[in-house]
């Protein structure tokens, strides 16, 4: 039996982890309605309401709850949460981040997912963490101290959920919290928390050194290995 993940200062796992009722056909086809004639990500799942520019505004320094599972093919980790993610509670929710449309563009979900459907990604072999759990409104705010503590409560998270991977999402903050300063993208020659590392592009759209063809294929050569 897969342990339960120690709880980090991000708060408690998502528990369960299945998708919802209706939310994939038994195929894993999308739902009726899940994507916008289009082919664009529905406005989010049931229940979804964007924040107000006050909400975000008021979530500085707000946690997100780590979303893990049993038998995880990769565990995600993003530096810490946008403050926008933080108001809605959802991982990778800014507007203009790419981390959902690389994760479908690389082959690790079958459709374009909406942040608010997360609870789908546990069934899939897939899990989201952050290195610091606290929202800022620009990841360079975090202090080296805090990278390194939150690199040591992230290999305790990973001792305990066991994946396949660990995919650290952005290469400076890595070389920071892990004391790895020539660190480059791709596989690591060190593990943390005893699973295999690989770094990965920073998917926010501040990073203007990565456009989404760039992330879709660093993100294929995981998918490639975790497969």
């Known amino acids: 039996?897969?342990?339960?993940?120690?709880?980090?200062?991000?708060?408690?796992p998502t528990p369960g982890g299945s998708p919802s009722a209706g939310s994939?056909?038994?195929?894993?086809?999308?739902?009726?309605g899940s994507l916008t004639p289009g082919g664009s990500p529905s406005p989010g799942g049931p229940g979804f309401r964007k924040p107000t520019p006050a909400e975000v505004a008021a979530a500085g320094g707000r946690t997100i709850p780590d979303l893990v599972g049993p038998d995880l093919r990769?565990?995600?980790s993003g530096i810490n949460p946008s403050l926008y993610s933080a108001a809605t509670g959802h991982h990778f929710a800014r507007?203009?981040?790419?981390?959902?449309?690389t994760l479908h563009g690389a082959g690790f979900t079958d459709r374009l997912l909406h942040p608010s459907e997360q609870h789908l990604l546990p069934a899939l072999g897939l899990g989201i963490t952050n290195v610091v759990a606290r929202a800022t409104a620009r990841a360079d705010e975090l202090s080296p101290a805090e990278l390194v503590e939150g690199g040591q409560l992230l290999a305790d998270l990973v001792r305990a959920a066991r994946p396949h991977y660990l995919a650290v999402l952005g290469v400076t903050a890595y070389r920071t919290a892990f004391s790895r300063p020539k660190a480059r993208i791709g596989p690591?020659?060190?593990?943390?928390?005893?699973?295999?590392?690989?770094?990965?592009?920073?998917?926010s759209g501040l990073n203007a050194h990565f456009q989404l063809p760039d992330l879709i294929a660093e993100f294929t050569h995981l998918r490639n290995a975790a497969t």
Do not use: H, I
């Open 95 to 101: 507007p203009g981040n790419r981390f959902w449309p």
């Open 74 to 76: 990769v565990l995600f």
């Open 1 to 12: 039996m897969t342990p339960s993940p120690k709880p980090r200062s991000g708060g408690s």
């Open 24 to 32: 994939l056909t038994p195929g894993g086809s999308p739902s009726p």
């Open 188 to 203: 690591q020659p060190d593990e943390v928390g005893g699973a295999p590392v690989w770094v990965l592009p920073n998917p």
